[in-house]
Every structure is written in structure tokens, then in C-alpha cells.
Nanobody, 114 residues
Framework: QVQLVESGGGLVQAGGSLRLSCEAS????????MGWYRQAPGKQRELVAR???????NYADSVLGRFTISRDNAKNTVYLQMNSLKPEDTAVYYC????????WGQGTQVTVSS
């Protein structure tokens, strides 16, 4: 079983920044690709950023150039630096393996006001 604990969300004005953190335990972390997903009200959960075990990153077009994913394998932690936030980034953000484990954390709420 895997445990995923996300933190760092909050309320921010458009154009602002937030840094999300996710600590993983219970499974081999460093060997897996990890990702940040988000789910806005009334929408399906979507993958917005991923990072391979080797540090190769990929982003959804909607966040490319604004979000940066990184990882610290020694701390079993993955991060998401979010800059130039927009109201449409408002969602609950989750981390998980890519492809995802069945178990999800509680997520962290990001709200961007216009």
C-alpha cells in the first residue's frame, strides 16, 4: 500500500505562485515516474506534470512554461512549483505514480482568484 500526503495549497491571486509538496511512502519511490494531477469541480482528474525516475519532465499544454515538477528521491518527495497562476488552475491537486496507484491522497486545494 502507498501513502501519499500532499501539502502547500491555498488561496492566491491570479499571477501569484504556490509550491506544492507530496511525500510518498510504502512503495519504491525512486524507481517510479511520479506526477501531479488535478481535478476541478465537475471535471475529470487530469495529469498536468510528470517526472521520470531519471528526472525527465513532461507537462500538459495548459501549464507548460508556468509549472515545474521536481523530485527529491532521498526524501521520497515530489514538488510542483506553480507560477503565473490563473483562475482556471483552481482545483484539488494530487500526486501519484504515473500510471497511478489505486490509492490516492487527500489532495491539496488550490484556489486562484481573479
Amino acid at each position: 500500500q502507498v501513502q501519499l500526503v500532499e501539502s502547500g495549497g491555498g488561496l492566491v491571486q491570479a499571477g501569484g505562485s504556490l509550491r506544492l509538496s507530496c511525500e510518498a511512502s510504502g512503495r519504491t519511490f525512486s524507481a517510479n515516474s511520479m506526477g501531479w494531477y488535478r481535478q476541478a469541480p465537475g471535471k475529470q482528474r487530469e495529469l498536468v506534470a510528470r517526472i521520470s525516475f531519471a528526472g525527465i519532465t513532461n507537462y500538459a499544454d495548459s501549464v507548460l512554461g508556468r509549472f515545474t515538477i521536481s523530485r527529491d528521491n532521498a526524501k521520497n518527495t515530489v514538488y510542483l512549483q506553480m507560477n503565473s497562476l490563473k483562475p482556471e488552475d483552481t482545483a484539488v491537486y494530487y500526486c501519484n505514480r504515473v500510471p497511478s496507484y489505486p490509492d490516492w491522497g487527500q489532495g491539496t486545494q488550490v484556489t486562484v482568484s481573479s
